[in-house]
Nanobody
């Protein structure tokens, strides 16, 4: 069973940057697409970004496009989410999730479906 552990959340001022990490274990890392989702208080969970298992192709939601970069370190079985120009509306619990052999959407207008495996989440708070 794939297990995911997020880290790197915290409090950051508006305009600042943050890097989240998602450590993956319990399964063959190369077989899983990893995505980041977030959920703000009172809002539905939103897919933020995705990196495909096979070719590392990526997808970004419009809300973070140009401010977020997802990357993968296969040697460490870890996926990173680098976010810059953070705004208070980016405040949320950020979750990484894994889905076996899933291909990230080809267009930014798509939405991510629910993934099968989830981490416990890490809080990101952006102060104005």
């Amino acid at each position: 069973e794939v297990q995911l552990v997020e880290s790197g959340g915290g409090l950051v001022q508006a305009g600042g940057s943050l890097r989240l990490s998602c450590a993956v274990s319990g399964a063959r890392f190369d077989d899983y697409t990893i995505a980041w989702f977030r959920q703000a208080p009172g809002k539905e969970r939103e897919g933020v970004t995705c990196i495909s298992y096979d070719d590392d192709s990526t997808w970004y939601a419009d809300s973070v496009k140009g401010r977020a970069t997802i990357s993968s370190d296969n040697a460490k079985s870890t996926v990173y989410l680098q976010m810059s120009s953070l705004q208070p509306e980016d405040t949320a619990v950020y979750y990484c999730a894994a889905q076996f052999a899933f291909i990230c959407p080809p267009t930014p207008t798509s939405v991510l479906p629910d993934f099968a495996s989830w981490g416990q989440g890490t809080q990101v708070t952006v102060s104005s």
